[in-house]
């Protein structure tokens, strides 16, 4: 049998049409009730994925915080990085469910009509972003921390560390807002969401993030940056990313 439903696939109408299908059929006969194809499909994906995206989103900010607690030894660090990565991957998210409702800013790129989101483009886009995001934090705060180690200047440390950084973390954020920015010359809708979303998020983190968000923290926490409590610094193993120069 083929069913049609009257709302577009991305709405909980249609969400609660299969669902219901599934549920008065096997009320009504006692079979099971196999509903299938595209709209179905995606609906399941749907489902299954948010079920899960927070275990995956939870493991990686997890593992990564503990990888910068081990290399920067500080306990601030890893809160900062993973709050402001957060924040570049919300703004993709919200970019991209804008543009997927179609209307002015979807027709910027060629979606005129509401169309939903795939449902594996929010987890490719956070694995990508959250990586990309913590290469730049890494490279910043290694310049910033050999300041710091060197002269005993936290404020001022700041301050060499975004001079030395910030053109090399703007080129390179460039060249990807470049290259992800062609996908949106592409046909295919799904890439039209990655490429706007994931240039989205590069530009907002390396401009606004990591070049004003990032060090104004910093500053406003001043040495606290760098704290670590005396039990800890005995259990966390000492791996600095480079030796200590000497004062």
């Known amino acids: 049998m083929t069913v049609q439903p009257a709302s577009s696939p991305q709405s909980a109408a249609t969400e609660d049409l299969v669902a219901e299908i599934r549920d008065s059929a096997v009320g009504a006969s006692g079979l099971d009730a196999h509903v299938g194809g595209f709209t179905a499909s995606t609906v399941d994906q749907s489902e299954t994925t948010a079920a899960r995206l927070p ?7 997890v593992l990564s915080s503990l990888l910068l607690l081990v290399a920067f030894r500080s306990v601030l660090i890893p809160v900062k990085a993973a709050a402001m990565n957060l924040l570049s991957v919300g703004a993709a998210y919200g970019v991209v469910s804008l543009v997927a409702d179609g209307g002015a800013l979807g027709q910027l790129v060629g979606i005129d009509n509401p169309t939903p989101v795939p449902p594996f483009i929010p987890v490719m886009m956070f694995a990508i972003l959250f990586g990309l995001s913590m290469d730049y934090e890494v490279f910043l705060l290694s310049r910033i921390r050999e300041a710091f180690l060197r002269d005993g200047d936290a404020r001022g440390a700041i301050t060499e560390g975004v001079a030395g950084t910030a053109r090399v973390i703007t080129a390179a954020a460039a060249i990807m807002v ?5 996908f949106i010359l592409s046909d295919e809708v799904f890439l039209k969401l990655i490429g706007v979303g994931m240039a989205t998020a590069i530009f907002v983190d390396a401009t606004i993030i990591r070049m004003v968000l990032v060090p104004a923290l910093m500053q406003l926490m001043g040495r606290w940056t760098w704290w670590m409590p005396a039990w800890m610094e005995k259990v966390v193993p ?3 990313l480079e030796p200590a120069p000497a004062r």
């Open 238 to 240: 000492n791996a600095e």
């Open 178 to 182: 470049a290259v992800f920015g062609a």
């Open 55 to 61: 275990l995956f989103i939870g493991g990686v900010v």
